[in-house]
């Protein structure tokens, strides 16, 4: 058998084995390093592999992870549901503390890590002085398994095989070949290397690990460590063995080291406050300082601001919109597109998502409760489907309509909801508004490529003036390299992370009042 494969880029033929006979084609395209984007893992729950097959002389839509190949055939592969595209990985940050040269390794070079959910971002640091010789980032492999974090946590807690596929996934598959990437575009080799310092979230460490991580998903969500733990690079597949590697201490099942490394990278700790800090991702995280405490709490966003489970969204990478804007007369919807122009658009990622929700609300083309209506000038951008409206943003590659639907619209305005319910809960609990707020941190890669002011507009961070807000970028790679550079840091994150008052928001009696308040775009 042969599959014609029609990919954004080239046209290939693959020869199959007979063995290989009523696999799915995601199983196919994998072995031949071609994965598609099975981000609910494989188990027919999202949109991102969809292709299309040439059935019975007609081209139609299928999943990619359902389709059974019987015979020859054609597919036709969009970018947004194929891995093989550069994703945009934060690896920048904004330090505001300052540290002593006391290095956690004396000699060589240490790698420090950001292991996210969705990406991984490496820096080969010499150990000595601090310097950022190199980096190199990615995406973290176990997407292929399962596309967020509660899904990884009940792929675990139902088959303890999981445990060892995530392993892999993420330390064989994606920190192993980053870290060489790395190295060898620093002119170093493996025998340079002196230790590692991952930062992360509770699940991810858990994973780096070894351990399962299943005990996170059910009250009282107990993780197995969360302090400092420091293991053999041998231990866990990481190369080089033989060398000690770091999993910085968190606070909670779901306020992970990324969120103590913030807290301490911002300057927030040492803030007088009020102050907060965001990381807006498939978790948003926030942590609220008052004098000297600190509270913290993670509201479920959902992938949502990824692109997961909407009709064209797509991580932010090549070729994905990354922002939107909208004139009223004569209506017009203008974009920017990541590293391309419109003919090489083949989808739409989270910072243009929140665009247009602010945008299309101000041209009156959404209503307050994220229903769509038509306006002067607009009525050659709609059509119908089974649920409703849906807009076309641009004609993409291949000619295929980019659009938004109304349960795309309805996911995001759940998404924003729970960041603005969450900030509003610890707020609330300690009699503050918005305008109380000295800072705003905001945190994460997803952060850093937002319009401020349509976040705000559409309700995300609801009350806050722009000028309240600073950029903080992947506090958590810098939290790793803080504490390569300076051992105490160490124990200043241990500190931080046990004087977090974490906060459960589904204990809350007023967070769903408050969240179903938010579920509105006035």
């Not at 999943?63 to 059974?68: F, L, P, V, W």
């Not at 102050?275 to 509201?299: F, P, Q, R």
């Not at 309700?459 to 051992?487: C, E, H, R, W, Y």
Request: net charge negative; proline share 4%; charged share 20%.
């Amino acid at each position: 058998m042969r599959i014609e494969l029609e990919l954004p880029s080239e046209t290939r033929e693959l020869l199959l084995e007979p063995c290989e006979r009523g696999a799915t084609l995601s199983q196919i395209l994998r072995k031949d390093n071609l994965p598609l984007n099975t981000r609910c893992g494989e188990r027919n729950l999202c949109r991102a592999c969809l292709v299309e097959v040439l059935i019975d002389g007609v081209w139609q839509i299928v999943r990619g992870c359902q389709y059974r190949v019987l015979a020859d055939t054609k597919v036709r592969v969009p970018a947004g549901s194929i891995l093989a595209y550069n994703p945009q990985v934060q690896s920048g940050y904004r330090i505001n503390v300052s540290v002593a040269n006391n290095p956690l390794f004396s000699n060589g070079y240490t790698v420090v890590a950001d292991i996210g959910t969705t990406t991984v971002a490496v820096s080969v640091v010499e150990s000595s002085t601090g310097k950022v010789v190199q980096t190199s980032s990615g995406f973290n492999r176990q997407m292929h398994l399962g596309d967020d974090v509660l899904t990884r946590i009940n792929l675990c807690l139902t088959d303890e095989s999981f445990v060892g596929q995530f392993q892999s996934a993420i330390v064989a598959e994606t920190l192993n070949p980053l870290v060489l990437e790395a190295l060898s575009n620093a002119g170093l080799t493996l025998s340079d290397v002196s230790g590692f310092v991952f930062s992360g979230n509770t699940t991810m460490l858990h994973l780096v690990a070894g351990v399962n991580p299943g005990s996170l998903g059910y009250a009282p969500f107990t993780p197995s460590f969360i302090n400092l733990k420091v293991v053999n690079s041998r231990e866990i597949g990481l190369v080089p063995p033989n060398v000690e590697v770091y999993l910085l201490p968190g606070a909670a099942a779901y306020v992970g080291s990324d969120i103590t490394s913030g807290v301490f990278a911002s300057g927030l700790v040492y803030d007088e406050g009020p102050s907060l800090l965001v990381d807006v991702g498939t978790n948003g995280e926030l942590v609220l300082k008052v004098g000297d405490h600190l509270y913290g709490c993670a509201t479920a966003a959902g992938p949502a601001f990824e692109g997961s489970g909407l009709l064209c969204g797509v991580r932010a990478g090549d070729g994905a919109i990354s922002h939107l804007t909208m004139t009223a007369d004569p209506f017009e919807c203008s974009v920017k597109i990541i590293g391309g122009s419109s003919q090489r658009a083949h989808g739409i990622c989270g910072s243009a998502y929140v665009d247009f929700l602010a945008e299309a609300r101000s041209v009156g083309i959404l209503q307050a409760n994220g229903r769509m209506r038509i306006v002067a000038g607009s009525e050659n951008r709609f059509s119908r489907d089974e649920y409703g409206l849906v807009f076309q943003v641009i004609e993409g590659i291949g000619k295929r309509p980019i659009v938004i639907s109304e349960p795309d619209v309805a996911s995001l305005i759940q998404a924003k909801a729970a960041i603005a319910a969450g900030i509003e809960v610890l707020l609330s609990k300690h009699n503050l508004g918005t305008k109380d707020v000295k800072t705003l941190y905001l945190a994460g890669g997803f952060g850093m490529h937002l319009n401020l002011d349509s976040a705000i507009r559409c309700g995300m961070f609801p009350g806050f003036d722009p000028s309240q807000i600073q950029l903080v970028g992947n506090t958590s790679l810098a939290g790793a390299l803080l504490s390569s550079l300076d051992k105490t840091t160490i124990d200043e994150l241990s500190r931080t992370g046990k004087s977090i008052e974490v906060i459960e928001l589904n204990l809350e009696p007023e967070f769903e009042d408050i969240y179903i308040d938010q579920l509105t775009l006035d």
